[in-house]
């Protein structure tokens, strides 16, 4: 039992860093196509994630790939019943790599026009739709005994889980302005700045209206209510969420960027803690969910796993650190790459 529990929460914990760190460049993306105003400021807006993204999202595939190889049950049953949106995600992420590549291999308008709104479509979907599937996943999916789906999928766009994909939209805004302030200069900054200010009111504003909706539409806040620490998860989002804005005032920029990691981090463990032990619940009838213990990988399996994730995953992490700080310089318009 203490393997699938710890297993349960190393799969929350990878899914919280996918949106941490492709989080940033997903926000970018979105507001890419109205704040750089020219042909050099995209190029710079693009450059400021280039070297960085496709790293980041070594995260998707490590969390998907725990949830194959910890939970198969749940990997089958996920991917089958939320085959759509997954595809759509994938496709959206593939057309966005491929439009920072080609971008920048003609000036003719249509098809930079082409390639810009590639960029927003394949940064804006993946965003939308994480959203709304795990809002759908805490509110519980319609699966049956079997695991399949009883309504059509766009069941899934109902009123929780358009806030959710709101609000993953508008945290990963946020934290992609926050980037830009960092690595950017003159009026691209100051635009980036005085949006991003607006956008966090914005931020609280969502925040606030889903967790009252998770409150209304979900059964996370029964183990908050049973277990009183995990009020802790929720004390230290909103902490993360006002320190944000204290170090904008304060014109440090990385250190609000970092508080807005940790804002998405927490965000998502609010719902992860709330959902233990279910990782797929019914709506139908509470029987047919999937949890860590009735769709786990055999416990000698789950053993050889958590060897490899203590090994490997500190190199990823200090890997990727390391390319961080080596790109945390300001973007030079006159050394463009993407």
């Not at 956008?199 to 183990?223: C, H, K, P, Q, R």
């Not at 204290?246 to 440090?252: G, L, V």
């Not at 999937?290 to 050889?304: E, Q, V």
Request: net charge neutral.
């Amino acid at each position: 039992m203490m393997l699938e529990s710890t297993w349960f929460f190393l799969w929350g914990l990878l899914w919280a860093i996918y949106f941490m760190t492709d989080g940033f460049d997903l926000g970018i993306g979105i507001v890419y196509p109205f704040l750089g105003k020219n042909n050099e400021e995209k190029r710079v807006m693009i450059n400021s994630l280039g070297p960085l993204w496709d790293g980041n999202e070594v995260w998707l595939i490590t969390a998907a790939g725990v949830t194959f190889a910890a939970f198969p049950i749940l990997y089958s049953v996920m991917f089958s019943s939320l085959y759509t949106p997954l595809m759509l995600i994938l496709f959206a992420l593939i057309i966005r790599g491929v439009s920072f590549e080609f971008r920048g291999l003609s000036n003719k308008k249509s098809w930079v026009f082409i390639w810009d709104s590639s960029v927003f479509v394949g940064s804006f979907l993946p965003a939308f739709l994480f959203g709304v599937a795990f809002a759908n996943i805490f509110q519980g999916i319609p699966i049956d005994e079997n695991g399949i789906i009883q309504e059509s999928v766009f069941s899934l766009l109902n009123p929780y889980g358009l806030l959710g994909g709101f609000l993953f939209v508008v945290l990963f805004i946020v934290h992609g302005l926050l980037w830009l302030c960092v690595r950017v200069t003159g009026d691209l900054k100051d635009r980036a700045l005085s949006f991003v200010k607006k956008m966090w009111i914005v931020e609280v504003i969502v925040i606030i209206g889903f967790v009252a909706g998770s409150y209304v539409y979900t059964n996370l806040f029964d183990n908050y209510f049973k277990y009183r620490l995990l009020w802790l998860i929720l004390l230290a989002a909103v902490v993360s969420l006002f320190m944000i804005r204290f170090f904008i005032s304060k014109r440090k920029f990385f250190t609000a960027w970092a508080f807005s990691a940790s804002t998405i981090v927490f965000s998502t463990f609010f719902g992860i803690a709330g959902l233990f032990p279910n990782l797929f619940p019914s709506s139908i009838n509470p029987e047919y969910s999937l949890t860590a213990f009735n769709s786990s990988s055999s416990p000698y399996t789950l053993k050889i796993m958590l060897v490899v994730v203590v090994v490997f995953i500190p190199i990823v992490i200090a890997y990727q650190s390391f390319a961080y700080k080596l790109f945390s310089n300001k973007v030079d318009p006159k050394d463009l790459i993407y």
